[in-house]
């Protein structure tokens, strides 16, 4: 039994709650939030027996073997080291930090605490994606990936009147590339590894965050072509082109319904059985990596997770979207 400390009380920390129940091996034992009366009410709520304001008292309580961290990007690095430092193992939303030099922070302390740190990238952990992982060779030589994820932001009506919410905040290091487009890179990254050369575009808002982007990945024989936005919908399946087929994807971000259309006409349905609790399936892997004693995901490796920031670094130094976390040393 893995015995969790949750680190953020919002709705993402609900849903993580809800599917981490659904799996084998989970157990929650504490809630942090810097406000004691929340950490208690959230608490109560979920039935965890231990609340509280002080992320090192948490920690060093031994009511805890593993966080997860469900902050605001900017807090993940600080957050996440402070655990593992403590000895505890780290499930860290994505993205796992601000930009790759924190990045590479965290998977050193990891290294050097002899603890698991993992990221929180749900979709790459589904049976739909593994699908599709699987049955990539049947498509033959891949000459192209394209990937959107276009989702208007609940929190932009209030932007457009004035209110710049959490979301579209530079000092949280938000906006859209890190709060959607990562749902269309890392599974490039997964499926393809780094690209030789990353090209960007971007529009930014007013408040210095990217309100929606492109990316162009070059892979030499292939490229991977990504757009994504929090200020307009797209509608649009995403898709992995080969020489014999196609496989269409109907939401790279939580693929549900995946199929093969072949050059010569036949169809292959690819889908599989998958829980609507989405993150149980990350949940299982990081209590499973717990009990067999390992210190990375071999899905969302540490290197995986490098690459994945690194290449975002690159297209927001291209667009000219700084964070106040970039200017930290």
Known sequence: MVRFGVIGTNW????FIEAAKETEGFRLAAVYSRSAEKAREFADKHGAPHAYDD???????????????????????EQAI?????????????????NAREARMMTEAATRNGVLLMEALKSTMLPNFQAIR??????GKVRRYFASYCQYSSRYDAFRAGTVLNAFNPEFSNGALMDLGIYCLYPAIVL????DKVQASGVLLSSGVDGEGSLLLNYGDMEAVIQYSKISNSYLPSEIQGEEGSIL??????????????????????????????????????IDLIGRG??????????????????????????????????KR
């Not at 790279?252 to 199929?259: L, N, T, V, W």
């Open 192 to 195: 393809f590894g780094r690209p």
């Open 55 to 77: 992320i090192g008292r948490m920690c060093r309580s031994g009511e805890i073997d593993a966080v997860y961290l469900a902050t605001p990007n900017s807090l993940h690095a």
């Open 134 to 139: 699987d049955k990539l060779p049947s498509i």
């Open 12 to 15: 993402i920390t609900d849903a």
């Open 294 to 327: 390992e210190k990375q995901s071999s899905f969302n490796s540490h290197e995986r997770s490098l690459a994945v920031m690194e290449v975002m670094d690159e297209a927001r130094r291209q667009m000219g979207l700084v964070y106040p976390a970039d200017r």
């Open 249 to 286: 994807i109907d939401k790279i971000s939580h693929p549900e319904k995946a199929e093969i259309r072949y050059r010569d006409g036949r169809t292959e349905e690819i889908a599989v059985e998958q829980s609507s609790l989405s993150m149980r399936y990350e949940v299982q892997e990081f």
């Open 82 to 98: 402070a655990c593992m430092e403590l000895g505890i193992h780290v499930l860290c939303e994505k993205p796992l930090a601000s």
